[in-house]
């Protein structure tokens, strides 16, 4: 059985950070695409960030500078390191992970950045 659970949302204000961790189980881990996706009420889910096998990110470039992706092969968990929050990025957080055909998500976090 397959599960990816995410954890580390939160509350936080603007200009604050949080650090958002995807445990995985059920997959080898070291084969798939690890990515993060978000939505926020009214809009589109939106890739955020992504981390290749071999350990190449990409980022929306509303994040940019902002953000970290990295994955722990060993513990089968991909992180997302979030500085320098906005409003904006409110939304819930969903990992992903992606081979070829096969995707899998989690059940996602709340990150909510209000003063």
């Known amino acids: 059985q397959v599960q990816l659970v995410e954890s580390g949302g939160g509350l936080v204000q603007p200009g604050g950070s949080l650090r958002l961790s995807c445990a995985t189980s059920?997959?080898?881990?070291?084969?798939?695409?690890m990515a993060w996706y978000r939505q926020a009420p009214g809009k589109q889910r939106e890739l955020v960030a992504q981390?290749?096998?071999?350990?190449?990110?990409n980022y929306a470039d509303s994040v940019k500078g902002r953000f970290t992706i990295s994955r722990d092969n060993a513990k089968n968990t991909v992180f997302l390191q979030m500085n320098s929050l906005k409003p904006e990025d409110t939304a819930i957080y969903f990992c992903?992970?992606?081979?070829?055909?096969?995707?899998?998500w989690g059940q996602g976090t709340q990150v909510t950045v209000s003063s």
């Open positions: 992903k992970a992606g081979l070829r055909s096969q995707g899998y």
């Open positions: 059920g997959i080898i881990f070291s084969a798939y695409v």
């Open positions: 981390i290749t096998t071999g350990g190449s990110t």
